[in-house]
Nanobody
Framework: QVQLVQSGGGLVQAGGSLRLSCAAP????????MGWFRQTPGKEREFVAG????????IYADSVKGRFTISKDNSENTVYLQMNSLKPEDTAVYSC??????????????????WGQGTQVTVSS
């Protein structure tokens, strides 16, 4: 059973930065994708960023492009989401996800097999 353990998040003022982490201890898949999604009450879960474990650049939602950076540490089986220039509209519960069935980065939640517990990010104006 794959377990994704998230850390980070919290409250920050607009223009500030936060970093989210998602660890996958004991992961044995050799080909997979990690993604970050976010959700606000009454809205669908929204793709934020994704990255292949084999390398390459991440892909991003237009709303966060240029402000957020997804990265990974293969030795620690951990993926990060660095969030800069945060805006109040970035306020959401952020969840990491793992896609084990393909090395193609999916932007829909149904493309992922495992999910982290979610963490609140609140950006005050």
């Amino acid at each position: 059973q794959v377990q994704l353990v998230q850390s980070g998040g919290g409250l920050v003022q607009a223009g500030g930065s936060l970093r989210l982490s998602c660890a996958a201890p004991g992961l044995t898949f050799s080909r997979y994708v990690m993604g970050w999604f976010r959700q606000t009450p009454g809205k669908e879960r929204e793709f934020v960023a994704g990255i292949r474990w084999s390398g390459g650049n991440g892909i991003y939602a237009d709303s966060v492009k240029g402000r957020f950076t997804i990265s990974k540490d293969n030795s620690e089986n951990t993926v990060y989401l660095q969030m800069n220039s945060l805006k109040p509209e970035d306020t959401a519960v952020y969840s990491c996800a793992l896609r084990s069935s393909s090395s193609a980065i999916a932007t829909l939640r149904d493309g992922y097999d495992y999910w982290g517990q979610g963490t609140q990010v609140t950006v005050s104006s």
